[in-house]
Structure formats: C-alpha cells, structure tokens
C-alpha cells in the first residue's frame, strides 16, 4: 500500500547587517519549532522533523483536515 503524508512548515528568516541568515522552522501541525543559522541548514533541520514523525501512524490530518495518509 503507498501513502502519502503531507507537512507543512512556516520559515522565519532574519538577515544582519553582515549577511547572516538565522532563523526559525516551525512544523504547522504540532508547532514544534527548530532554530536555524544558515540557509544551508533549513533542508536538514525540515528533514529531521519530518523523520521524526515517519514512526508515528497516519491520523486525521493537520487541523483536523483530511488524514494524512492515503491508501
């Protein structure tokens, strides 16, 4: 059976006055939040918060939407 699960992420970024970038990931459905420096690093900080829900079973979706899983 394939499923599909489906997240959705607001990214705060902030830029200094010398160019770094920093800033925060949050997941919409739990409102986990991660912090961030460097544009290089929002891939992998969005991945690990995804990875750690790939072990949690399919539910009624974010907000109480549509499930999150099909199949």
């Known amino acids: ?8 992420f607001v ?20 409102g986990a ?6 544009v290089e690093a929002i891939g992998p900080v969005i991945a690990r918060m995804v990875e750690r829900e790939t072990a949690a079973p399919c539910s009624g979706g974010e907000r109480g939407g549509s499930p999150s899983c099909d199949g």
Do not use: L, P
């Open 1 to 8: 059976m394939n499923r599909i699960r489906r997240a959705s």
């Open 11 to 30: 990214v705060r970024v902030v830029w200094d006055r010398r160019g770094t970038v920093r800033g925060v990931i949050e997941r919409v459905a739990t």
């Open 33 to 38: 939040k991660e912090v961030f420096q460097g």
